[in-house]
T-cell receptor, first 110, second 113 residues
Framework: EDQVTQSPEALRLQEGESSSLNCSYTVSGLRGLFWYRQDPGKGPEFLFTLYSAGEEKEKERLKATLTKKESFLHITAPKPEDSATYLCAVQAGGNNRLAFGKGNQVVVIP | DTEVTQTPKHLVMGMTNKKSLKCEQHMGHRAMYWYKQKAKKPPELMFVYSYEKLSINESVPSRFSPECPNSSLLNLHLHALQPEDSALYLC????????????FGQGTRLTVV
């Protein structure tokens, strides 16, 4: 069974204090690893897709990286508007099933 | 355009009511999904439609009935729900195997009273 574990569960950062979120996964035949941002009461917002080890993607203050066992979402010099829950999901095998981790809840304090 | 539109945004229904949730996308995506999300939990997959055919049903109770009338529309028919079914219901779509990332709607906040 596909497994996705995210750590830490919750993180409080001072504005400008860079940090990283971890997503470790155990799947057979990874087709893609996805990062989403979710604000309370809203649907997840797509951020990145990573397909293979060594791949990196960037968007504003966010950078996602992928190895054969885990992915990191680096937040550089975060601002309060980066406060959200960040969800990691993987898709593996021949179906369309996304397996989600429990999320990293990030709070950035001004 | 990566928009998935869900209606209504909020719904309150009694346990004897019948209601429907609607989802629409115009990105040409051929896979569409229903997820259920409880507070502070990740989304849980309920159903997947691929090319308008039901391909995955995650053992969802029959009081939830999905329907895919065409490639742009996805409905979730609700009947005789329980208070524990109260949750955020999310619709998503994805293109195909070559672009598997799913795009989500803003959800319907359902309260069963």
């Amino acid at each position: 069974e596909d497994q996705v574990t995210q750590s830490p569960e919750a993180l409080r950062l001072q504005e400008g204090e860079s940090s990283s979120l971890n997503c470790s996964y155990t799947v057979s035949g990874l087709r893609g690893l996805f990062w989403y941002r979710q604000d309370p009461g809203k649907g997840p917002e797509f951020l990145f897709t990573l397909y293979s080890a060594g791949e990196e993607k960037e968007k504003e203050r966010l950078k996602a990286t992928l190895t054969k066992k885990e992915s990191f979402l680096h937040i550089t010099a975060p601002k309060p508007e980066d406060s959200a829950t960040y969800l990691c999901a993987v898709q593996a095998g021949g179906n369309n099933r996304l397996a989600f981790g429990k999320g990293n809840q990030v709070v950035v304090i001004p | 355009d990566t928009e998935v539109t869900q209606t209504p945004k909020h719904l309150v229904m009694g346990m004897t009511n019948k209601k429907s949730l609607k989802c629409e996308q115009h990105m040409g995506h051929r896979a569409m999904y229903w997820y259920k999300q409880k507070a502070k939990k990740p989304p849980e997959l309920m159903f997947v439609y691929s090319y308008e055919k039901l391909s995955i049903n995650e053992s969802v109770p029959s009081r939830f009935s999905p329907e895919c009338p065409n490639s742009s529309l996805l409905n979730l028919h609700l009947h005789a729900l329980q208070p524990e079914d109260s949750a955020l219901y999310l619709c998503a779509s994805s293109q195909d195997r070559s672009k598997p990332e799913a795009f989500f709607g803003q959800g319907t906040r359902l309260t069963v009273v």
